[in-house]
């Protein structure tokens, strides 16, 4: 069965540090790319950023609101990725999700980020 | 980034009635290799999103037949032949076509 776990969220004040982790089983993880994405309370869902699998290099791809404030890593001997993001801000609060693959056909349960002061 | 429009933003549906959702976006979504990543997602009260529908009209892996997807470049369709009262939730409409891949504003459908 795929699965897939976000975990590291909580409260945080604005500028502040935080990093999410995905952790995944069921499936071949290194095969395939790991996406994030987010939901803010009562909002719709927001594209956050995917990184590839090894085979097609790795690389990463970010929305324009988190570029170089978020950098989304994997590590492929543990099954798990991150998403470490720096410089909070206030609308970055939201409940965020690990999917398996820029096709997001399978995710996991969310994990609460809120930035507050 | 393209913008995905969906209506409409609710509906209301009678148990066994068909409904449809559009989806439109600002620019095609026909990518270089013929294929189009047009996707649709039921966010189920109190649960994470799942996929439905991949590449426009596919059905992913334990979707119910009745659910079908449509379309072509700029306009797509979600269709479900016989609402049941377990398709309550919100739909989205996706693009991976070109990045940053973007949303619709979800479609919020309710049982009579």
């Known amino acids: 069965e795929v699965q897939l776990v976000e975990s590291g969220g909580g409260l945080v004040q604005p500028g502040r540090s935080l990093r999410l982790s995905c952790t995944s089983s069921?499936?071949?993880?290194?095969?395939?790319?790991v996406s994030w994405l987010r939901q803010a309370p009562g909002k719709g869902l927001e594209w956050v950023g995917f990184i590839r699998s090894k085979r097609y290099g790795g690389t990463t791809e970010y929305a324009a609101s988190v570029k170089g404030r978020f950098t989304i890593s994997r590590d492929d001997s543990k099954s798990i990725a991150y998403l470490q993001m720096n410089s909070l801000k206030i609308e970055d609060t939201a409940v965020y999700y690990c999917?398996?693959?820029?096709?997001?056909?399978?995710w996991g349960q969310g994990t609460l980020l809120t930035v507050s002061s | 980034d393209i913008v995905m429009t969906q209506t409409p933003l609710s509906l209301s549906v009678t148990p066994g009635q068909p409904a449809s959702i559009s989806c439109k976006s600002s620019?095609?979504?026909?990518?270089?290799?013929?294929?189009?990543?047009l996707y649709w997602y039921l966010q189920k009260p109190g649960q994470s999103p799942q996929l439905l529908i991949y590449?426009?009209?596919s059905r992913f892996s334990g979707v119910p037949d009745r659910f079908s997807g449509s379309g072509s470049g700029t306009d797509f369709t979600l269709e479900i032949s016989r609402v049941e009262a377990e398709d309550v939730g919100v739909y989205y409409c996706m693009q991976g076509t070109h990045l940053p891949y973007t949303f619709g504003q979800g479609t919020k459908l309710e049982i009579k």
């Open positions: 999917t398996r693959d820029s096709v997001s056909d399978y």
């Open positions: 069921g499936f071949t993880f290194g095969d395939y790319a």
């Open positions: 620019q095609s979504l026909l990518y270089s290799n013929g294929k189009t990543y």
């Open positions: 590449e426009i009209s």
